[in-house]
Every structure is written in structure tokens, then in C-alpha cells.
């Protein structure tokens, strides 16, 4: 299932947390609030960012 959680800081700064995307999938999910928000701060990838789509896509496949 894919995911985008906003957690929200006392302070005001926010974090989006992408879930269930490979690749730039997660990116192009995310863009738009990533606008919204204002400045990126900083920036981190996760390891699913680096896998294939074709493989995402492969392992659902043998999952249905």
C-alpha cells in the first residue's frame, strides 16, 4: 500500500515520510506538499529509493 504521512512539529516544521514507493515514484507522490510546505531543510532517501520499479512491480505480481 502506498503511503504519504505529514508529521507536524510543535515548532512548525513539518516531515513527509513516503511509504510503499520505489524509485522516484516517492518524489513525484510527494512533490506537491513538498511545495506547499515551503523550503526543503533537508533531504533523505530511503533504501527503497533505490530499487527498481520493475522489481516493486515483479514482487507484486507473484504476490497475487
Known amino acids: 500500500m502506498k503511503q504519504i504521512t505529514i508529521l507536524v512539529a510543535a515548532d512548525g516544521s513539518s ?3 513516503t511509504t ?3 524509485g522516484a ?3 513525484q507522490a510527494s512533490e ?3 511545495e506547499a510546505l515551503g523550503e526543503r531543510q533537508s533531504h533523505r532517501l530511503k ?3 533505490y530499487q527498481p520499479v520493475a522489481n ?3 514482487q507484486q505480481a ?3
Open 62 to 64: 507473484r504476490q497475487s
Open 47 to 49: 533504501p527503497e529509493y
Open 25 to 27: 515514484q516517492c518524489q
Open 20 to 22: 510503499g514507493f520505489t
Open 56 to 58: 516493486q512491480q515483479s
Open 15 to 17: 516531515t513527509i515520510e
Open 32 to 34: 506537491f506538499l513538498e
